[in-house]
């Protein structure tokens, strides 16, 4: 079997516009939970970190925060904050750093109005995409080689 190179090249670069199209919010649009607690002394459950459904709404970003944001700290595996917001950049990631007295910070992202909900938000679809992009790659490789 083997393709057109032009009608390969075409759909390929279609399915990657309709890709990035659906996998990047519309920064302009989102809206996210916004809402900070710093626990200084006692834990106290509050609707920011329980349920921010229950007495917040979703705040609209501005253009340059296509994601929104759950990020957490601990201390030796005490909550001392907790963060939901619109960001401009977000490294989904837990670091740990620290001797004796560790301090892990956990980011968390997604790219859908409300989505910073729970104590993870709905996870992006960044890594879905990216295989979906690979695996396309894969086939228009094998479709020139055969």
Known sequence: MHFNKDVVCTLYLALVYVINYIGVADASNLSCYDCAVKFKQV???TDCV?????????????E???YCKVEYTKVNR??????RNCASTCDQRCTTRGFGLDEEVCTF??????????????QTTSSNI????????IVVILGYIF
């Open 43 to 45: 834990y106290k459950q």
């Open 50 to 62: 329980v349920d921010p459904t229950k007495n917040l709404s979703p705040r609209g970003c501005q």
């Open 64 to 66: 340059h925060e296509p």
């Open 78 to 83: 005490i909550f001392t904050r907790f963060v």
């Open 109 to 122: 992202c997604c790219n859908e109005d409300g989505c910073n909900l729970g104590n993870r938000g709905r």
């Open 130 to 137: 990216s295989c979906c992009i690979i695996m396309v790659t």
